[in-house]
């Protein structure tokens, strides 16, 4: 810790310190430590079946603290079926993913995989399982969910990166059903978004041109796109087309955006009012500790003191989980 952060430290406002995306509950030895976190809220993010319970408890243990959120990530979306009586798992698997190995090895890279994937989620079980979680949980977010151009499958055996990916479109409609659910309850969402900006902006644009409900507030999580994009998401009077129908916000962490040179550009162009910052950490050891840095980075990037950081990412977490 920087010794300013050591000499405010006593007037740090951690009681407004929020985390908007985070997946403290993967760490499952440490669940309990959630509850003793500084950070005063989290926005804990389910992104596959398996954990989506998992979200639910914590929500119910810390009510003051956990913000539940719930979705189907994209590294996760091959997994996923758009039937209610799927084909069996090879029909399903290769019609979902891509060999991007040699031309000259088609569909070779997909055959060991074959074996270990599991049959895929009927469209009815996993879609029933997100409403019914956000329709009993009126606070509840819908997260994270996304594209990722570049994400690739591990390799069961070697637990290396496979030459195989889930296909863009497929994980393009996983994405309208999830944005679509989120318009139907009013509801934000937290979006993974990597290599793949122009999909989502032409998904957005084809849905406000067709006059198609999208979510009141969506969150590009971790943003690592250009400062042209952050100005053409927020701008208030759109060079082209109709105005979005959805206020997108820009969120920003240590652990993945710490790297990029043009940070500060990137949170210099956010306005004020659609800033928010985040851990996106795997375990509550430790999230303090990025929580502080981010708000040190912002600061020096905006200019700011921290205090006026915690308080400006304060007031639009509260608007943007729909508090305020």
Not at 301 to 311: D, L, P, V
Request: glycine letters at 4%.
């Amino acid at each position: 810790m920087s010794n300013s952060m050591e000499e405010n430290e006593e007037n740090f406002l951690w009681t407004k310190t929020c985390d908007a995306h985070t997946h403290a509950h993967d760490d499952r030895e440490r669940l309990s430590e959630i509850g003793e976190l500084k950070t005063a809220r989290l926005c804990l993010m389910g992104t596959r079946f398996e954990d989506l319970d998992i979200v639910l408890q914590l929500n119910a243990k810390f009510q003051s603290k956990v913000v539940p959120c719930f979705g189907f990530h994209p590294w996760f979306a091959h997994l996923l079926s758009l039937e209610d009586d799927p084909p069996e798992n090879e029909i399903h698997y290769r019609s979902v993913l891509n060999d991007i190995g040699p031309k000259s090895s088609k569909d070779c890279n997909i055959e060991p995989l074959l074996a270990f994937l599991p049959p895929p989620k009927p469209f009815n079980v996993w879609f029933n399982k997100l409403e019914n979680l956000v329709k009993i949980n009126t606070m509840a977010l819908i997260g994270e969910v996304g594209l990722d151009r570049s994400a690739r499958l591990t390799d069961p055996k070697t637990k290396s990166l496979s030459k195989v990916q889930t296909k863009i479109q497929h994980q393009i409609t996983i994405l309208e059903k999830q944005l679509d659910l989120a318009a139907k309850y009013n509801r934000a969402v937290s979006l993974h978004c990597v290599q793949a900006t122009g999909q989502i902006i032409d998904l957005l644009d084809r849905k406000v041109l067709s006059q198609q409900p999208l979510p009141p507030r969506i969150c590009m999580h971790s943003f690592g796109g250009s400062v042209d994009t952050i100005k053409s998401l927020t701008e208030t009077q759109p060079k082209k087309k109709k105005k979005l129908t959805t206020d997108v916000y820009f969120s920003f962490s240590i652990v993945i955006n710490e790297r990029y040179s043009r940070l500060h550009d990137l949170i210099r162009a956010v306005p004020e009012n659609r800033l928010l910052i985040e851990s996106d950490f795997h375990s509550p050891n430790g999230l303090d500790n990025l929580m502080e840095k981010i708000v040190l980075l912002v600061s020096e990037a905006k200019g700011w003191t921290h205090a006026t950081t915690i308080e400006k990412t304060f007031q639009n977490f509260l608007k943007f989980i729909g508090e305020a």
